[in-house]
T-cell receptor, first 111, second 113 residues
């Protein structure tokens, strides 16, 4: 069953601009994670935010979580061409390690 | 060592072949996962191994057979696959099966002819 929806599906920005991606989910969660995937390669974990947290920062990344709205956002500040990738949110409802991924946002950062 | 390795990188097989995908991690993680990812789609969970025991099978067809010989190794045995099984197969691991960061390997690109 699909848990996460992301928008936009695709985003194209210039280097130096900020990129914001949104994720919505349907049921209660333990945590929400964001992953990046460069074309045809494995996923890289970016950040994990727990259900009792509202905001988290890691370098140029800022993640917010609103459990009342069942939504999260990922902000990448001062984007670089190397940030070009697909970004997925993933939720874990049970304590089984079962992650359910959103459909993803494809980000293109133009130099 | 924070790496998950997968072999082979690419695999082409016929529908009557038997092949295996291999995944290895040396981070001491006790949970390992297989995911399937079709082009332009998110990864979909196939199997979860927790402390070397199969804990989740997401109703995967029996032509896919997972095996966890020890805490560092995870195999996926393939037999009588269909062309629609062509996809990127990703392995991941985490310290425990609790809600935690998963570390992904680079994947095996499988093509079934």
């Amino acid at each position: 069953s699909q848990q996460g929806e992301e928008d936009p599906q695709a985003l194209s920005i210039q280097e130096g601009e900020n990129a914001t991606m949104n994720c919505s989910y349907k049921t209660s969660i333990n945590n929400l994670q964001w992953y990046r995937q460069n074309s045809g390669r494995g996923l890289v974990h970016l950040i994990l935010i727990r259900s009792n947290e509202r905001e988290k920062h890691s370098g140029r990344l800022r993640v917010t979580l609103d459990t009342s709205k069942k939504s999260s956002s990922l902000l990448i500040t001062a984007s670089r061409a190397a940030d070009t990738a697909s970004y997925f949110c993933a939720t874990d409802r049970s304590n089984t390690g079962k992650l359910i991924f959103g459909q993803g946002t494809t980000l293109q950062v133009k130099p | 060592d924070t790496e998950v390795t997968q072999t082979p990188k690419h695999l082409v097989m016929g529908m009557t072949n038997k092949k295996s995908l291999k995944c290895e991690q040396h981070m001491g993680h006790r949970a390992m996962y297989w995911y399937k990812q079709k082009a332009k789609k998110p990864p979909e969970l196939m199997f979860v191994y927790s402390y070397e025991k199969l804990s989740i099978n997401e109703s995967v067809p029996s032509r896919f057979s997972p095996e966890c010989p020890n805490s560092s190794l995870l195999n996926l045995h393939l037999h009588a696959l269909q062309p629609e099984d062509s996809a990127l197969y990703l392995c991941a691991s985490s310290r425990t099966p609790d809600p935690d960061t998963q570390y992904f390997g680079p994947g095996t690109r499988l093509t079934v002819l």
